[in-house]
């Protein structure tokens, strides 16, 4: 057997353990002559599994007792609808920050929707390669809605707004449980979990339950699986639930806890981007593209400085295809999904919690070895 180093911004790399558990249990999970896949959710196999789930949701990220922990469908796009939806009903106005494509998605989304949106602060003039401080929200806002960390950008907020009474609302797809986060300060957190959870199919919600309306309060036209009061009514399964993503997630979480938890990975973490930024910073031949002060710890892109300063045509061809060779041969040597998003071009390598310090170095040795063939 043998595996490759993946990535990928998302679905990305599992823990290896995890994925050995899973292939233990297909045929037999605990005794009951089924795989999970297979169950009923009201059974009593599944259940302990969804309850655990969300306990060690509660325990690793130390949620506390007045929020409610939803595994929810639809992905992280659907909850662009359900955060204006159910929390934009009041003055129907809310702030956002604009980051990049994700933040932009769900201003968007909010306006379709009717909520006047507002956007306090942006990073565009500088293609969203940094966050901007914004040290205070006030107004008459329903709510304020950040992405906390940029997946196709890079960036990362490093401080948390103040936004007083107005409930903060954060899109933590892509570092959830990459390092310890104040739950406190937070209306509502949401994440999609094929970044940093398990793989795709679930949506992990936490939002405060006095921030719950009714469904006959949500934006007129709300469908009832659009309501958070439906799934924290029902525990996450008023409908069928991603059975089987659930029963994954709660295996990556026990790995989470037994790895030192949100401090463990936050330790882990640090030490595999530290890595890699400074082998970058240092580079006379790749350059990131992220800010110092604003970069993620997940994800990482970078570009050949081959062409930098040059804007001419012939150079930006040149550009194109080195980083294309550099693509194509990284896959090669076993190193795959490094293209990077068209928006900012060149290559990312995505460093969730799963990926090693071990793979992170490899990556690090292939890139040295590529720049000295192609100076
Ligand atoms: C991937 C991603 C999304 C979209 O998630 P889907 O589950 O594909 O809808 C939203 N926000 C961020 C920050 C992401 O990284």
């Given at each position: 057997?043998?595996?490759?180093?993946?990535?990928?911004?998302?679905?990305?790399?599992?823990?290896?353990?995890?994925?050995?558990?899973?292939?233990?249990?297909?045929?037999?999970?605990?005794?009951?002559?089924?795989?999970?896949?297979?169950?009923?959710?009201?059974?009593?196999?599944?259940?302990?599994?969804i309850e655990?789930a969300e306990n060690m949701v509660r325990k690793?990220m130390?949620v506390?007792?007045?929020y409610k922990v939803l595994f929810l469908?639809?992905?992280?796009?659907?909850?662009?609808?359900?955060?204006?939806?159910?929390?934009?009903?009041?003055?129907?106005?809310?702030?956002?920050?604009?980051?990049?494509?994700?933040?932009?998605?769900?201003?968007?989304?909010?306006?379709?929707?009717?909520?006047?949106?507002?956007?306090?602060?942006?990073?565009?003039?500088?293609?969203?390669?940094?966050?901007?401080?914004?040290?205070?929200?006030?107004?008459?806002?329903?709510?304020?809605?950040?992405?906390?960390?940029?997946?196709?950008?890079?960036?990362?907020?490093?401080?948390?707004?103040?936004?007083?009474?107005?409930?903060?609302?954060?899109?933590?797809?892509?570092?959830?449980?990459?390092?310890?986060?104040?739950v406190?300060?937070?209306?509502?957190l949401?994440?999609?979990?094929?970044?940093?959870?398990?793989?795709?199919?679930?949506?992990l919600v936490i939002i405060?339950?006095?921030?719950?309306?009714?469904?006959?309060?949500?934006?007129?036209?709300?469908?009832?699986?659009?309501?958070?009061?439906?799934h924290a009514?029902?525990g996450s399964?008023?409908?069928?639930?991603?059975?089987?993503?659930?029963?994954?997630?709660?295996?990556?979480?026990?790995?989470?806890?037994?790895?030192?938890?949100?401090?463990?990975?936050?330790?882990?973490?640090?030490?595999?981007?530290?890595?890699?930024?400074?082998?970058?910073?240092?580079?006379?031949?790749?350059?990131?593209?992220?800010?110092?002060?604003?970069?993620?710890?997940?994800?990482?892109?970078?570009?050949?400085?081959?062409?930098?300063?040059?804007?001419?045509?012939?150079?930006?061809?040149?550009?194109?295809?080195?980083?294309?060779?550099?693509?194509?041969?990284?896959?090669?040597?076993?190193?795959?999904?490094?293209?990077?998003?068209?928006?900012?071009?060149?290559?990312?390598?995505?460093?969730?919690?799963?990926?090693?310090?071990?793979?992170?170095?490899?990556?690090?040795?292939?890139?040295?070895?590529?720049?000295?063939?192609?100076?």
């Open positions: 057997m043998s595996r490759v180093y993946n990535f990928s911004a998302g679905p990305s790399c599992l823990p290896e353990e995890v994925l050995k558990e899973c292939a233990a249990e297909m045929m037999d999970y605990n005794g009951s002559g089924q795989s999970v896949m297979e169950m009923s959710h009201r059974s009593k196999y599944f259940e302990p599994i655990d690793l130390n506390p007792e007045n469908q639809g992905g992280g796009s659907t909850q662009f609808a359900m955060v204006a939806e159910n929390l934009g009903i009041k003055n129907k106005k809310a702030a956002y920050i604009e980051t990049g494509v994700w933040a932009k998605k769900a201003a968007q989304e909010a306006q379709r929707l009717g909520v006047q949106v507002d956007v306090i602060a942006s990073s565009k003039d500088k293609n969203y390669s940094y966050i901007p401080k914004v040290e205070k929200i006030e107004g008459d806002y329903d709510y304020a809605y950040i992405c906390f960390n940029n997946t196709i950008m890079g960036t990362h907020y490093e401080y948390i707004p103040d936004t007083g009474n107005i409930p903060l609302v954060a899109d933590i797809s892509s570092c959830v449980l990459s390092e310890p986060l104040d406190s300060k937070f209306g509502l949401f994440a999609g979990a094929q970044k940093n959870l398990a793989p795709s199919g679930v949506t405060r339950e006095d921030l719950i309306p009714e469904v006959e309060n949500c934006l007129p036209g709300t469908p009832v699986m659009l309501s958070y009061k439906t009514d029902n399964m008023y409908n069928t639930p991603p059975c089987y993503t659930i029963y994954v997630l709660g295996k990556v979480l026990h790995w989470i806890e037994k790895n030192g938890g949100a401090e463990g990975m936050a330790k882990r973490n640090k030490e595999k981007a530290d890595y890699l930024y400074d082998f970058l910073d240092s580079s006379d031949f790749y350059r990131a593209t992220a800010e110092k002060g604003s970069r993620s710890l997940m994800n990482v892109p970078f570009l050949t400085k081959y062409s930098t300063g040059n804007t001419d045509e012939q150079s930006a061809a040149k550009e194109k295809e080195i980083n294309s060779k550099f693509v194509k041969e990284a896959e090669q040597a076993g190193f795959i999904n490094l293209k990077g998003h068209r928006l900012v071009g060149g290559m990312r390598a995505s460093i969730y919690n799963a990926m090693s310090l071990e793979g992170v170095k490899a990556l690090v040795e292939f890139m040295k070895k590529f720049a000295e063939e192609n100076k």
